[in-house]
Structure formats: structure tokens, C-alpha cells
């Protein structure tokens, strides 16, 4: 009667362990994969991403940031660029060109805004003359922030 117990306590056991031992593997996956780079998309014609690797963060190191190379191959710069990714964007400018006609430009992501499965998009631009590109509603932000800038400099073109 006791060996009994104390075999079904032994099998309960490794039972156990083999339930732990498998949340933690499947941890470390989900973990792993919250820092692949997602595909490449573009709203824009003309301005794509190039490039894109995973960096300790600039505000906070132990968090990362995808370092983004976008590549803008038309004959106009760029005042504003918005990547989305999801239900989620970034954006980077101000109210002077940022990325020149057939230049580069190098922009963050947080990897923490990143959704699992969807591709990293150039969504909108703000054109050095001042019109837009890309998804409309990103586009009008855009062009909100640019002109907030230009208000807050005074026009620095």
C-alpha cells in the first residue's frame, strides 16, 4: 500500500515537471520570436525599407528597437516618414527634409509595438512641398506633425 503511494507520487511528479518543463520551452519560443524582424511592405511608391535589425533601446536598453534603413528612390525628400505595423506606427521628421530624393534614412521601431505575423510598413511621407503619400488617416497625421513643427520653429525652411 505505502509503495503504491509512493509510485503514484513519483509518476504525479515527473507528471508535473514534464508540464513545467514544457511552459518554460514554449516561453522561451514566444520570447525568441518577439524579436524576429517582421516582413517589408510599402504604401508609397518609391520609398521602401531596405533593411532592419533588432538594437538595444535608446530609451530604455533592456528594451529593444528595430533599427530600420528606408530608402527613398524618387526625385522629392521626405519631411515625415510613419512605418505601421498592425494597428500600431512610428514616425520620424520635422518640418525639413529628413530623408533627400535617392537617400537613406535610418529610423527606430519598438520591438514592443510590434504584432506577431504582420509586416512592417512604410504607411505615409510628407513630401518636401508639403503633399502627402501613402494611407490616408497616417498621411494626415503626418502632415499634422510637420506643420506642428514648423509652428513651433517658426518655418525653418
Known sequence: MKTRRIILLVVLLVVLLTIVSGLV?????????D???PTFATAVEGVQIISAQV????AAPELSDLEVQVSNSTDKGI???????????????DDVVVLA?????????????LQQGKPLVVSAVVWEDG???GYPLQAQHAKKAVDAFAAKEGGRQ
Not at 55 to 58: A, F, I, T
Not at 80 to 91: A, D, I, K, P, Q
Not at 101 to 108: E, L, S
Request: zero cysteines.
Open 131 to 133: 503633399t502627402t503619400a
Open 101 to 113: 530624393p535617392h537617400g537613406m534614412f535610418t529610423m527606430r521601431y519598438p520591438v514592443a509595438n
Open 35 to 37: 524579436n524576429s524582424i
Open 25 to 33: 520551452v514554449a516561453g522561451r519560443r514566444r520570447a525568441a520570436q
Open 55 to 58: 538594437v538595444p533601446g535608446l
Open 79 to 93: 519631411k515625415f516618414l510613419v512605418l505601421s505595423n498592425g494597428t500600431g506606427g512610428h514616425g520620424s521628421g
